[in-house]
């Protein structure tokens, strides 16, 4: 039973700490990434704007630029979803390795 005495908790609380804070770097890269591509989002839903208003339907350039939108669009979403995956994974690997599911039931 005094597998986690004070000393033990302090210790994980420690780890806990430095994983978090690994976690909050990867997250702030990723928001970073994401932020980056909606700013292209955005400028490619203008350029569509404007190719809509001056070229004919059928155009090369104005159906270029709607699947530019429709493809950053799926990315973000995919970046999103894959950011939730990571941090479920993240936190599995983390209570897997160090051994934390047995001793949280006792």
């Known amino acids: 039973m005094e597998r986690f ?4 908790t302090f210790l994980l609380g420690l ?6 804070l690994a976690w909050l770097l990867i997250l702030a890269m990723r928001r970073i990434e994401i932020k980056q ?6 400028e490619e839903y ?4 404007r190719l809509t208003r001056e ?4 155009d090369e350039k104005r159906e270029l630029a709607r699947r530019q939108v429709d493809f950053l669009g ?3 979403a995919m970046l999103r979803d894959d950011l939730d995956a990571r941090r479920r994974e993240w936190i599995d690997a983390r209570v897997a ?3 934390l599911e047995e001793k949280a039931c006792e």
């Open 97 to 99: 390795r160090w051994g």
């Open 15 to 20: 780890r806990v700490l430095g994983s978090e």
């Open 5 to 8: 005495g004070p000393l033990r």
């Open 55 to 58: 070229r004919p339907e059928g």
């Open 37 to 42: 591509m909606r700013k292209r989002l955005d």
């Open 46 to 49: 203008l350029l569509l704007g």
């Open 74 to 76: 799926e990315e973000i």
